[in-house]
């Protein structure tokens, strides 16, 4: 992070000044509306939390050693300044942001916390990190907004440190004829969409960790943005990459298109640290979108809504944001908001030109599906709040509950077993009450992505509850055809599964390529390659 991102968020030095025990900071709270809190009072039951622990409190395993040797050897390469040893900040980089690691930070039992934070400004430095840490066999836990909810920044039981992309935060060239940007990797979100849009272009890339997601995170766990129906995946955008590895520096992506081997942007998209550091990203840019038009519309059953959505998905027009919540969600949204109207909320938009044009022409297709039409209030009102969530998922931690997400992708045939199965799954591991949540976004012509929210009672051990229902979730999605994850990525969370999915033998292909880009194997390690 660097202290382009919101600055209510930051200390002097770009670190997070609230200790990370929440999503946002304070200043930034969303409270529960009363009648969201009455539904979960009567529904669940609710334990008020202990108070946070500071983060210089926080007790953990640092695996320290005996000696500075290797502080003094990164302080030697990058500047003694970029090597930051204070307990608070190590902390800090500890974990990402799921619901576990936000309560481990909050009882202040992170399981461990790295040796040092370093934070290069070259990829040159990059290498040299990298390798003074083969060297001592010290492992490197890659850092760009710290949004991770998959376990992808778990800190291995070696010591290690944690090396913060946060000074890599330029946009390096601008490409206007070919519409192309090359954009540093610790570059935040927001300030890379100002930058970009200085010169007439945005990436149209805005998914929910938007607010302080890096270009290099988006990157390494091949992003998915809520207008991805329209501008494509992160993985879609990226036309080349620079990647730092323990054995030197990999420059992939020459041309719009190639035959020229196998596509090896594909083996860094993804790979989450694994393989290598990714320094800087070129990517499509389009230009600014002279207009947007977000509505709503109303099915009386989820499965009328998947026939309209495949319908636009298949045959157009095509959207730019298409999301379909179940009948739970769309109940649960219309709690919050005052409404009650009953069926399933479908929220649809477009950016470009001629919008309105290609919106009447959808509407004919919505209709001709049961759709119901409900005017542009629930659209903008998405848009006004389409980062609420997180937010209020520390409300809900505050009030007691628990609060997390699943996702998974399907193609169409199977997308309505897996929506059933998972549902199935999280609530027969989560007795003594539980809401779970659904909605279809991430729309392709062949499938689209689920994304689950639970919300449930914590017990007595809330992060022990969360791993039992996780897997029986895990273990639906396998069983129903779906993908263990979509666009959060792999991490520890999802690594086993990721495995079966593959197969051993593909397995085999990524751990020899590990061992040829990093030999000692130093990077992220127990990370995506079981």
Known sequence: MTANVTLSHMDGDGEDATGRTRWGPASRAKPLPDSAAKLLAQVLELTPPPPAVPPADVTADTREHDDDTVLNALRAAIGADHVRTSRPIRARHAAG???????????????????AVVRPATTAEVVSVLDICSRFQVAVVPFGGGTSVVGGLAPPAVPHVTLDLGRLNGLVAVDAISRTATLQAGLPAPRAAELLAEHGFTLGHVPQSYEYATIGGFAATRSSGQASTGYGRFDDMVTALTVATPRGTIQVGRAPASAAGP???????????TLGVITDVTVRVRPMPTQTHYEGWRFDSFTDGLHAVRKLAQDGPRATVLRLSDEVETMIGATGSGRSDG????????????????????????????????????????????????????????????????ETAAYWSRLPEVHERVRAAILDALPHGALVLAHVSHVYETGASLYFTVICSPGPDPIDRWHTAKAAASDAIAAAGGTITHHHGVGTDHRDWYAAEIGDLAVDLLRAVKHHLDPAGILNPGILVP
Do not use: K, N
């Open 263 to 273: 596509d090896l942007r594909q083996l860094f998209l993804g790979s989450e640290g």
């Open 343 to 406: 069926g399933c909320l479908l929220v649809i938009g477009w950016e470009g030109e001629h919008v309105h044009v290609v919106a009447e022409t959808a509407a004919a297709v919505l209709s001709a599906h049961g759709g119901r039409p409900l005017g542009v209030e629930p659209g903008q009102q998405w848009e006004q709040h389409r980062f609420d969530a997180p937010y209020l998922r520390d409300a809900l931690l505050d009030a007691g509950a628990f609060a997390e997400t699943v």
């Open 97 to 115: 942001m799921s619901t576990p690691d936000l309560l481990r930070r909050r009882s202040g039992e992170l399981r461990r916390i790295p040796q």
